[in-house]
């Protein structure tokens, strides 16, 4: 079995269809129903999750050297691109669902030119860098991986040293930057996919009702830079504890209850002192009130998901803000079916990659593996596809950063992206709205970032 060796070299005989438009498309203009002949293993249809591959590769004795220029290759050469991923330990099913989805875009995308060489992290960050040195020795251009963070700090400095580039799993922004580019959905895309969303619906006052973690720490100071960057405000950012046990009172904090509830009994009063006949009509118009006054947001970001999600969302009319009145907004973590059955939630809004694109990589991977693609195997796939791009340019080093850094970007199969030179990545967003039957596209993703505005 794969995550039984070292690494693997796997070299596919399938052309790639170029698409003429703004970004280089990495995904198929259609599903393949059959790949052409292969040297070495059948179409995408005959893949099995586990199958084993060919026989370990070559070396090309490289070995990594400080301040080591990039390596060039020759234009009609082999390119020998290294994937670094967890084959063995807890992590295991996570690289295996990344290899499936390498091995599909190797078969759909790429050239016999591709040589893809694997190599199992373990996901630790010492299986990490014995797996880069033996790639970097064994002559590869470009690194795909690995998958978390502590492994991607691990591989940067023998990386950076040997020349070679890489393009990261992780979604931690701070790994970013020194020859590294982070693939995944970054929590600032996210919010500023929805702030500039939320905007454009003259929506200018924001809170955000956050865990207190790392992911909802990092969400609330991404608002704090993002909104007033936009011309709106961040009126209010609350914490709540992880497990829910004070959400009730946060809420409440959030809400200004006690109060706008104080403000009612006031206005209650003045009301009753008065014996007009307006006065009384106006006081009769309280009886149906639970506080005075609005709330001084009209938008709030939660980020957080199933359970804890539906317990925020039900207090916030219990408080008295109005989600009718109020936008909810979420990241992806809202990603998750069933949400409509809190009423509160429904109307809420949440950025999503293109649907179209993922259900049709969905169905192709569910048509090779027979099984649903796991976390980040959507990474795997436009990682390898995004190499077989760069690779038919014919350049003698097609991963030189300007390369990785097209301004243009890419079309993969959750949309487009693009690399930053600080090595962070832009995406574009879909904006899904919650209903009662489930979600609906409300704006779709923009498929060239002339149409993003960033």
């Known amino acids: 079995m794969l995550k039984n060796i070292g690494s693997v070299i796997v070299s596919f005989a399938v052309m790639l269809a170029l698409v003429a438009c ?36 070559n070396p090309v004795p490289a070995p990594a050297i400080a301040g080591a220029p990039r390596r060039t290759v020759d234009p009609d ?6 994937m670094l991923i967890p084959l063995s330990g807890p992590s295991q099913p996570t690289g295996q669902g990344i290899l499936n989805a390498a091995q599909l875009a190797l078969f759909e995308m790429a050239d016999g030119r591709l040589v893809l060489q694997v190599y199992d992290t373990q996901g630790t960050p010492d299986g990490a860098l014995s797996a880069a040195t033996k790639a970097i020795a064994e002559g590869v251009q470009l690194i795909l991986g690995p998958v978390f963070a502590a492994e ?22 701070s790994v970013a930057g020194n ?18 969303y939320a905007r454009s619906k003259e929506l200018s006052r924001f809170a955000v009702l956050a865990p207190d973690t790392i992911y909802g720490q990092t969400v609330a100071d991404t608002v704090r830079t993002i909104v007033p960057a936009s011309g709106g405000e961040v009126k209010r950012v609350v914490y709540f504890d992880p497990n829910g046990n004070n959400l009730e009172d ?15 009994t006031q206005e209650r009063n003045t009301l009753s002192a008065a014996q007009d006949e307006a006065s009384q009509l106006a006081l009769k118009r309280l009886e149906q009130l639970e506080t005075w006054g609005d709330v001084d947001f ?9 359970a804890r999600l539906t317990q925020a969302a039900t207090l916030l009319p219990f408080f008295d803000i109005d989600t009718r009145r109020v936008q909810l907004l979420g990241t992806m973590l809202w990603s ?14 949440y950025p999503a990659p293109a649907p179209e694109t993922s259900r049709d990589f969905a169905n192709r991977y569910r048509q090779a593996f027979g099984s649903t693609p796991g976390p980040l195997a959507n990474h795997g796939y436009d990682a390898v596809a995004l190499a077989a791009v760069l690779i038919r340019t014919g350049s003698t080093d097609p991963f030189r950063a300007s390369a990785l850094t097209d301004p243009s970007g ?15 990545s832009d995406r574009s967003f879909a904006i899904m709205q919650i209903n009662r039957d489930g979600t609906e596209v409300v704006r779709a993703a923009p498929t060239a970032f002339s149409d993003v505005g960033f």
């Open 77 to 82: 050469a082999p390119v020998r691109v290294g």
């Open 298 to 306: 009209d938008a709030i970001i939660i980020p957080e998901q199933g």
């Open 250 to 264: 946060v809420v409440r904090k959030l809400a200004d209850f006690d109060k706008r509830k104080a403000a009612l």
């Open 410 to 424: 890419f079309s993969g199969v959750d949309g487009i992206f693009r690399f930053r030179p600080n090595g962070l």
């Open 152 to 173: 991607v700090k691990a591989i940067t400095p023998q990386a950076q040293a040997a020349g070679v580039n890489v393009v990261a799993f992780s979604t931690d922004p």
């Open 336 to 349: 998750t079916r069933g949400l409509g059955r809190e009423p509160a939630l429904i109307g809420g809004l």
């Open 22 to 57: 703004a970004s280089p498309d990495l995904t198929p203009s259609k599903p393949a129903a059959k790949a052409p002949a292969a040297p070495v293993v059948a179409a995408p249809a005959a893949v099995k999750q586990n199958a084993p591959l060919i026989s370990t590769p």
């Open 179 to 196: 020859n590294v580019f982070v693939l995944s959905f970054l929590v600032e895309a996210q919010v500023r996919e929805m702030v500039a």
